[in-house]
């Protein structure tokens, strides 16, 4: 297993110590920075800001929000930020929710995965150089065909990329399908390894359907990293972060957080999280995530607790561990990620 890092989910206050964190992450060997949005700031723009920074950790966009933006715009951006970091960059696309991309983009929120596979294909063109004719559901490239129309089907005026990986952020069965149907790799969120099948035997099923295999896609997943000999407490805090996925994230009628618990084994607890929040009763919300939940979908305890979860994970099949580090400021989330590189390479070396 590998480890990466993540940046940028909510506003970037302080770019000296983002900078400072993305350094000496690589100098650790940590794998690839992954920039997030949500509705702060953007995502290309800290990574045009660690290309610059950096000389060999990976770049990457977890996750660029479809339907925000082109696919050619897409593809464009994505050329530059794989120019820019001498091929460092790896694109991560994802459709986000229905709040964000209704509420704060003012796109509807349809069909997501039919949405994904278009860009997904438009983009894959633009990367091979091809001049550029698509019609699908969402998009038709050139708009209008003929004497109807003045768009003309372009080629890409920038060199093809030699590798720009394309990896998903997908929870539901058919996203995941999709997932291992087109990506090259799997940006997973909200995962608990003893439940992996859950995640990919979808994905299976979609590459064996496309003729590729599962060990074609890059398998990742993210999660809180807490060294702590008080669980309890750190429970605590990780029950209110995991009350708010599942009861504000989304609406009554759709929740993708609590749907992906749900399909977990978690449905009646994650549905009585998810109501007790909507009523408003936030403190009884929080109270009733289980203690499971939280410490089988993170990394909370000692070293040896820790070392324990890892070797489930790399036993599910995990490629890299997405950290996220607790710690006060950017020299405590460091001392977490070192502690943690340590224990993935004593894991790994184990079945070496």
């Not at 506003?11 to 350094?23: N, R």
């Not at 000692?302 to 489930?312: G, K, T």
Request: glycine residues 10%; hydrophobic residues 40%.
């Amino acid at each position: 297993m590998k480890v990466a890092i993540g940046v940028g989910r909510d506003a970037i206050m302080d770019w000296d110590a983002v900078s400072t964190y993305a350094i000496e992450a690589e100098g650790m060997g940590v794998d690839c920075v992954w920039a997030a949005e949500a509705w702060s700031h953007d995502v290309v723009v800290p990574l045009a800001f660690l290309a610059a920074k950096t000389d060999t950790i990976h770049l990457g966009t977890s996750i660029m929000q479809i339907g925000t933006r082109t696919p050619a715009m897409i593809a464009m951006t994505a050329m530059a930020l794989d120019s820019l970091t001498d091929g460092r960059f790896r694109l991560g696309l994802g459709t986000s929710g229905p709040q964000v991309i209704e509420g704060w983009h003012g796109v509807p929120f349809t069909k997501p995965v039919t949405r994904t596979r278009e860009v997904i294909e438009i983009v894959q063109r633009i990367f091979n150089g091809e001049t550029l004719s698509y019609d699908g559901e969402f998009h038709t490239l050139p708009l209008l065909k003929g004497a109807t129309g003045e768009g003309k089907a372009l080629r890409p005026g920038a060199p093809p990329p030699k590798n720009v990986p394309i990896y998903v952020a997908s929870l539901g069965p058919k996203n995941l399908e999709m997932t291992g149907a087109l990506a090259d790799g799997w940006l997973g969120n909200y995962f608990i390894p003893e439940q992996v099948d859950v995640f990919l035997d979808p994905m299976r099923r979609g590459a064996e359907a496309a003729g590729r295999s599962l060990d074609d896609i890059d398998l990742q997943v993210g999660g809180t990293v807490w060294f702590t000999d008080d669980v309890d407490e750190s429970l605590e805090t990780e029950k209110r972060r995991l009350a708010f996925q599942i009861g504000a994230m989304g609406s009554r009628r759709q929740n993708f957080y609590t749907d992906v618990y749900a399909r977990q084994g978690f449905a009646d607890e994650a549905r009585e999280v998810q109501r007790l929040w909507l009523a408003g009763e936030r403190d009884e919300a929080r109270a009733r995530v289980p203690d499971e939940l939280a410490l089988s979908s993170n990394l909370i305890g000692d070293e040896q607790m820790i070392r324990e979860r890892l070797r489930v994970y790399r036993d599910a099949g995990i490629n890299t561990f997405r950290a996220g580090p607790r710690g006060s400021d950017v020299g405590e989330r460091l001392e977490t990620i070192g502690r943690l590189m340590d224990l993935v390479a004593e894991v790994t070396n184990e079945v070496a």
